[in-house]
């Protein structure tokens, strides 16, 4: 066995000896590496010691460290599939847990160990890290540890913030306890030469996600969600750093696709899409089942809203005689109250394809289709004729309890229907040459500054 020399910064996080470690702060800064390597080396340095790693889900435990590990270790230990153990001749023990509901860590209840690795603590609430906080116990001399990575976002961002980057601490708490390691992807070498794609899409993401996830800034999730949003009508014409256009006459040849995002006490939203050769999106009509005053809340049956969307493709010259395909919100298909409404869309004769609700790997892919390229290019334009999704895009706000996803409580329902059509067609992060970022205003860009 032969393990790669650390970093700098794994090499801190390696020796750190305070009760409570956070490691990283950003993405790929070598976090579950290092995570690994501490796991390995206390079980071969302190004979008989019990060790937890866990992990929210089973897949992202298996993929991060049970099978890096047996790789690794080989003949070194043994790994029994059963009881998610690895077990090392001297008698210690590596402990896979993972923590997707509240059943999952009833089952931890009763689990004794010495030392607690938590790899993505802000994925987890914060009575969530108590109750595995609390497993950290037992009578022997061995040292009682607690190591947590992670990166800004997430339902515990709040908490793993409190405690390692304010350290605002109450009084049952101890600052001495508590150590902060920072690594950034830039202090991965082995990452950085191996995949220097990772940073380049670190740095197409919009501006707060890039301070968050590239340079480790945990106060940046407040204000405008789509922040890269622009709406410049001296653009309109070449297209340019804006994303809102004059409609065109839409080819015959292009692809259309309509996704939709129902609401019967609240607006729905639909919305056509034709999709040019180079895969790039135009959002040319939209029906919307609100108003711009959300008093008067307009309440359609969903037979209504069907059979308008039907007469619309049935006689709009863009639409008319067209193979359509539909991406809904996958809650239409539910029959817990009687006929679905996926069951009435199709008694209208419109059918839809479940749109995949995966909420952030979704406004991942709406924030790549909005960044520009170097000419200004973005991989969606809105047609200003669509007015609801012009109006309630800028006016989304970051969510103050999961802080990389939007406020739901506000007029989101365009919002949801663009990332159901952005996930059924989902596109690679598009690259942002060095000086040309969307922070800047786009006029100085276009004039060189
Ligand atoms: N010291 C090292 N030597 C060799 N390879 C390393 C080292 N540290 C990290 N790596 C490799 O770099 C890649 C990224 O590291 P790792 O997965 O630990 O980062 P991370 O911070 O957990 O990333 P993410 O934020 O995506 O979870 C992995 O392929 C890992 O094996
Ligand atoms: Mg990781």
Same mark, same amino acid.
């Given at each position: 066995?032969?393990?790669?020399? +650390?970093?700098?910064? =794994?090499?801190?996080?390696?020796?750190?000896?305070?009760?409570?470690?956070?490691?990283?702060?950003?993405?790929?800064?070598?976090?579950?590496?290092? @995570?690994?390597?501490?796991? @390995?080396?206390?079980?071969?340095?302190?004979?008989?010691?019990?060790?937890?790693?866990?992990?929210?889900?089973?897949?992202?435990?298996?993929?991060?460290?049970?099978?890096?590990?047996?790789?690794?270790?080989?003949?070194?230990?043994?790994?029994?599939?059963?009881?998610?153990?690895?077990?090392?001749?001297?008698?210690?023990? %590596?402990?896979?847990?993972?923590? =997707?509901?509240?059943?999952?860590?009833?089952?931890? =209840?009763?689990?004794?160990?010495?030392?607690?690795?938590?790899?993505?603590?802000?994925?987890?609430?914060?009575?969530?890290?108590?109750?595995?906080?609390?497993?950290?116990?037992? @009578?022997?001399?061995?040292?009682?540890? %607690?190591?947590?990575?992670?990166?800004?976002?997430?339902?515990?961002?709040?908490?793993?913030?409190?405690?390692?980057?304010?350290?605002?601490?109450?009084?049952?708490?101890?600052?001495?306890?508590?150590?902060?390691?920072?690594?950034?992807?830039?202090?991965?070498?082995?990452?950085?030469?191996?995949?220097?794609?990772?940073?380049?899409?670190?740095?197409?993401?919009?501006?707060?996600? #890039?301070?968050?996830?590239?340079?480790?800034?945990?106060?940046?999730?407040?204000?405008?969600?789509?922040?890269?949003?622009?709406?410049?009508?001296?653009?309109?014409?070449?297209?340019?750093?804006?994303?809102?256009?004059?409609?065109?006459?839409? +080819?015959?040849?292009?692809?259309?696709?309509?996704?939709?995002?129902?609401?019967?006490?609240?607006?729905?939203?639909?919305?056509?899409?034709?999709?040019?050769?180079?895969?790039?999106?135009?959002?040319?009509?939209?029906?919307?089942?609100? *108003?711009? *005053?959300?008093?008067?809340?307009?309440?359609?049956?969903?037979?209504?809203?069907?059979?308008?969307? &039907?007469?619309?493709?049935?006689?709009? #010259?863009?639409?008319?005689?067209?193979?359509? *395909?539909? @991406?809904?919100?996958?809650?239409?298909?539910?029959?817990?109250?009687?006929?679905?409404?996926?069951?009435?869309?199709?008694?209208?004769?419109?059918?839809?394809?479940?749109?995949?609700?995966?909420?952030?790997?979704?406004?991942?892919?709406? &924030?790549?289709?909005?960044?520009?390229?170097?000419?200004?290019?973005?991989?969606?334009?809105?047609?200003?004729?669509?007015?609801?999704?012009?109006?309630?895009?800028?006016?989304?706000?970051?969510?103050?309890?999961?802080?990389?996803?939007?406020?739901?409580?506000?007029?989101?329902?365009?919002?949801?229907?663009?990332?159901?059509?952005?996930?059924?067609?989902?596109?690679? +992060?598009?690259?942002? +040459?060095?000086?040309?970022?969307?922070?800047?205003?786009?006029?100085?860009?276009?004039?060189?500054?």
């Amino acid at each position: 066995m032969r393990i790669p020399a +650390p970093s700098a910064r =794994q090499r801190l996080f390696l020796s750190d000896k305070h009760r409570y470690v956070a490691f990283g702060g950003a993405r790929g800064g070598g976090k579950s590496w290092a @995570v690994r390597i501490k796991a @390995v080396l206390l079980a071969f340095g302190f004979p008989g010691i019990k060790i937890m790693i866990v992990r929210r889900t089973y897949p992202e435990l298996r993929a991060n460290h049970i099978g890096p590990l047996r790789q690794l270790l080989g003949d070194f230990a043994v790994y029994k599939d059963s009881t998610k153990e690895l077990s090392f001749p001297n008698g210690s023990v %590596i402990l896979f847990r993972h923590c =997707q509901t509240q059943s999952d860590i009833d089952k931890y =209840q009763g689990t004794e160990v010495d030392v607690l690795f938590i790899d993505e603590a802000t994925q987890f609430t914060e009575e969530q890290y108590d109750r595995f906080k609390a497993c950290v116990r037992g @009578v022997n001399s061995f040292p009682k540890r %607690i190591y947590l990575t992670c990166n800004p976002g997430g339902v515990g961002h709040a908490f793993v913030k409190r405690l390692f980057v304010d350290r605002a601490y109450k009084e049952s708490e101890n600052g001495e306890d508590y150590s902060f390691i920072r690594s950034l992807v830039t202090d991965n070498k082995a990452l950085m030469e191996t995949n220097p794609d990772y940073v380049a899409q670190l740095k197409a993401l919009p501006p707060k996600l #890039r301070k968050a996830w590239l340079e480790g800034d945990w106060n940046i999730f407040d204000g405008q969600f789509f922040e890269e949003f622009r709406d410049i009508p001296e653009h309109y014409k070449d297209r340019k750093f804006t994303h809102v256009i004059e409609p065109f006459e839409v +080819p015959r040849e292009w692809n259309i696709v309509r996704s939709f995002d129902f609401g019967f006490a609240k607006p729905f939203s639909c919305d056509w899409w034709a999709i040019d050769y180079d895969g790039r999106a135009y959002l040319i009509l939209q029906l919307y089942g609100g *108003t711009a *005053t959300p008093n008067e809340g307009v309440k359609w049956h969903p037979d209504k809203i069907f059979s308008e969307i &039907h007469r619309i493709e049935s006689t709009h #010259r863009w639409l008319k005689g067209k193979q359509i *395909t539909g @991406v809904a919100d996958p809650s239409i298909w539910d029959v817990s109250r009687g006929e679905s409404v996926y069951d009435t869309a199709c008694s209208n004769f419109v059918y839809f394809n479940k749109g995949d609700n995966k909420r952030i790997p979704g406004w991942m892919q709406c &924030h790549y289709r909005m960044s520009f390229d170097e000419n200004g290019l973005p991989m969606v334009y809105f047609f200003n004729t669509c007015t609801h999704a012009i109006r309630t895009l800028p006016l989304l706000q970051f969510s103050e309890t999961l802080p990389e996803d939007l406020d739901t409580s506000q007029e989101d329902h365009f919002a949801d229907s663009f990332r159901y059509f952005c996930m059924s067609r989902p596109i690679a +992060p598009r690259k942002m +040459p060095e000086n040309k970022t969307i922070e800047k205003d786009p006029l100085n860009l276009l004039s060189g500054g």
